[in-house]
Every structure is written in structure tokens, then in C-alpha cells.
């Protein structure tokens, strides 16, 4: 049975860091690319950023750029993203998305609020 577990989110202020990670299990989780998304009320869910099975490809959406960053650990079937420099607009509900061939495994989210 494959699981995507995320934690790590919670009520930010703006300006604030916040750390996510996804813990994988029933997946050979190397040869897995690597996603966060996230999606917004009344929004479309969207790619955040992704990173490929060995770590040597990552894509990060325009608006986070330079603020999150994504990591994998292999050895431990983890991604993590750290989110810095948070922003309203980045209130969502996260994702982590396990992406190879024609499979593709989500985790159940994680909520992110940015308020003051």
C-alpha cells in the first residue's frame, strides 16, 4: 500500500519560514520524481516545485522562486520543502505527489496559513 504522509504545516506570519516534509512507504521511493502542490480556495491546484529520483533536476514555480526551496532524502523516503519569506498568497493546502511513468501517488495535504 502506498502512503504519502505530510506535516509540518500550520499558521505563519508573513515574513515567517515554514518546513514541510512527506514521508513515502510502499514505493522504491529513488525512482520516484518528487512534487510539492499546493491548492488554493476556489483555485486550481498547482505545481510548487518538484525535483527529480536522483536530485539532479529541480523546477520551482515562478512565485517561489528564490523563497522555497525542495530537497529528497533517499535513504529515508523523504522530501521536504522549506518555505521562507512567506506570503499571504501562499495560504494553501500542500501537497506531496510521488510521480513515475503513468503512476502517480498523492498525500492528503498539508494546511499552510499566512495571516497576520
Known amino acids: 500500500q502506498v502512503k504519502l504522509v505530510e506535516s509540518g504545516g500550520g499558521n505563519v506570519q508573513p515574513g515567517g519560514s515554514l518546513r514541510l516534509s512527506c514521508a513515502a512507504s510502499?514505493?522504491?521511493?529513488?525512482?520516484?520524481?518528487m512534487g510539492w502542490y499546493r491548492q488554493a480556495p476556489g483555485k486550481q491546484r498547482e505545481l510548487v516545485a518538484s525535483?527529480?529520483?536522483?536530485?539532479?533536476?529541480?523546477n520551482y514555480d515562478d512565485s517561489v522562486k528564490g523563497r522555497f526551496t525542495i530537497s529528497r532524502g533517499n535513504a529515508k523516503s523523504t522530501v521536504t520543502l522549506q518555505m521562507n519569506t512567506l506570503k499571504p498568497e501562499d495560504t494553501a493546502v500542500y501537497y506531496c505527489?510521488?510521480?513515475?511513468?503513468?503512476?502517480?501517488?498523492w498525500g492528503q495535504g498539508t494546511q499552510v496559513t499566512v495571516s497576520s
Open positions: 525535483i527529480s529520483s536522483s536530485g539532479g533536476l529541480i
Open positions: 510502499g514505493i522504491i521511493f529513488s525512482s520516484y520524481t
Open positions: 505527489k510521488a510521480n513515475r511513468f503513468a503512476y502517480a501517488h
